[in-house]
Structure formats: structure tokens, C-alpha cells
């Protein structure tokens, strides 16, 4: 077993999920308050059950040639593909890759996105359930979008989901060291724990100096006041 399957706990669980061989819970650790547990329906959805971002996210990537940044179970992949695009499905956890050829991802792709190659150039790069927070440190986000400039088409864009989180030190005594988005995580499944990582979570008004810097357009298309999630494209300048 190779050193990334040893901790891939999160690829275990999905893979266990589909194979009805599940071994208890996904657990997530945090470091500002309990242990959460998260349910792997989520990631084995069917439209009607996915949240009106995911709806509204998936009915905007209507171009021809999609990549779907860390697919996971393939969910938002199968759906796209059912409707006729051309979607390739990455993700870096050889466990999720499983699944998704399992369950009939047409073109999956083992990689890490920054060291993705590929002939091809995609018009639309998607990104769903804050699948922006993979990057995890909000100085990498530049390094992102010239990734994605690489990978997509001169009219490409880019559809993602976030979260302003600034109501978690409003609720916590936590104390902000650096960006307040830059959260750290840790996996546990059947009494493995993976290694803690970060994952970030992008304000809008961040983001869009962000972009700007780099030279890309942000559009709000939807946003729940209440929870500070909120659903974005990107696009070239």
C-alpha cells in the first residue's frame, strides 16, 4: 500500500459507501470546537436532492468541454455527462478515481490539480461543495487561477462555491492567526486518521480583489445571506 493510501481515510469511506461495505462513520476533527460527522450520501446525491447552489451551479456549466476539480464520488460528473458534455472528472485520491470509473465516469483523471497536464483545454473549470477550499491557503489562490488559465480556453470561466466564515470567531473565543478562512482539518474513518490539511474558505470581497489582481471578472450568482454561502463565475479580462 503506497504512503497516499495509507492516509487517503476520506477515499476509504466514499469506496467502503459504494461497495456497502461501510465501517462507521466519516469523521471530521477540527480545532475550534467537537468532532462532526459527515454523511456520504452527500457525496452519492441525485439532482433533486443536491442544494439550489449545486442546481444553480451545475444548470450554469452549460459549455462543451468541463473539468470537474476534485470529483470525489463523481456526482456532479455523472449528471453533466447524462445531459451530453464532455466532462473529465479529477480528483487526487486514487480511492474516489475507483469509484467514479465504478460508477460510469466516462473520463476520470489521478491528479493533483497543480500538477495536471493535459492536452486539452476546458471551457468551464467547476468546482462544488467549496471544492475551492482544496488550494488551502488564500496566498495559493493567485497560483490557482494562473493554473486555470493554463487549463481553460480564452473565453473560459470558472464556477465555484464558498463560504465567509467570519460568524465561526463571532460564535467561538477563537483567536485569528493570518486568514480567518484558512481552516484545519482532520478525517477519521474506522479508527484511521488521516493527516490534518487545511482548507480554505474565501470571503467575496477577498476573492474579488483577488481575482482582480490576476485578471479575472467575478460574478455573484447566488448567495445565501443567512449562512454566507455563496455560488461564483470567473471570468478572463
Known sequence: MSAYKKYDVHGKALLDYYNEKQQGPLIIHNYYGDPEEMPLIHYFKDFEDFTSIEQEALLESTREKILDIGAAAGTHALFLQSKGYDITALDTSE???EVMKKRGVQKVECADFFHYQSKEKYDTLLL??????FIGEVKKFKDFL???????????IIIFDSSDITYL????????????????????????????FKWLYLDYDKLKSLAKQSGWKVTMIDEDSETGHYLVKLEKQ
Open 146 to 156: 494562473k493554473k486555470a488559465d493554463e487549463l481553460s480556453t480564452d473565453d473560459g
Open 95 to 97: 480511492f474516489c478515481c
Open 128 to 133: 462544488l461543495m467549496n471544492g475551492i477550499g
Open 169 to 196: 470567531y463571532d460564535e467561538t473565543d477563537l483567536k485569528v492567526e493570518g486568514y480567518f478562512g484558512e481552516v484545519d482539518y482532520q478525517y477519521e474513518y474506522n479508527g484511521e486518521k488521516g493527516e490534518w
